[in-house]
């Protein structure tokens, strides 16, 4: 069973007067299409001008999908081509910014090396330094060292010569 609609109020089941209404247009069309008479002019006029108009608004229609697709086919193409403008670039960008970095870490690499070997230069010559201090402080003690033995000498030696002089003194008071 149908529901009954009434969107304009009026009273009629709005289904029906749509489905009279189709059935009605099929009517005048077949009564405007169908057979006539000869002599009316008029009439044929009529026809041919709505078939020509028909065929035009047909032909305009074509017209219409070509155009369609033809301007689909431009958009694919100016949209390929901009992809590949896009992709050129961001790969040109891509490269440029590895070459840069590439650059900066050699430039780092260079810079840390010749620090490297400046430190190490700097490093061999305090080394250097510090072995030279080093022979000289032992130079240093080791001539300290002949003093104090030297000097001891002396104070022995003449410790030694008091004690033979006082054993001579000694052995010549018997």
Do not use: H, P, W
Request: hydrophobic share 30%.
């Amino acid at each position: 069973m149908s529901k009954f609609v009434d969107a304009n109020k009026d009273g009629i089941d709005d289904k029906q007067a749509i489905q009279q209404g189709q059935s009605n247009f099929g009517q005048m069309r077949d009564q405007f299409f169908g057979k006539i008479d000869k002599d009316d002019t008029a009439m044929r006029g009529l026809q041919l001008g709505i078939v020509a108009d028909q065929v035009g608004k047909s032909m305009d229609a074509d017209r219409s999908e070509q155009q369609a697709q033809f301007q689909s086919g431009l958009y694919k193409d100016n949209s390929k081509f901009g992809a590949d403008l896009e992709y050129d670039f961001q790969s040109k960008t891509r490269a440029d910014e590895f070459g840069y970095g590439m650059r900066s870490m050699d430039k780092q690499f260079n810079l840390q090396d010749e620090f490297q070997n400046r430190q190490f230069g700097r490093n061999i010559g305090t080394l250097q330094a510090t072995g030279e201090q080093e022979r000289k402080n032992l130079k240093e003690t080791g001539a300290q060292a002949r003093e104090s033995y030297d000097f001891q000498d002396t104070v022995d030696a003449r410790g030694e010569e008091r004690d033979r002089s006082r054993s001579n003194t000694l052995a010549r008071s018997f």
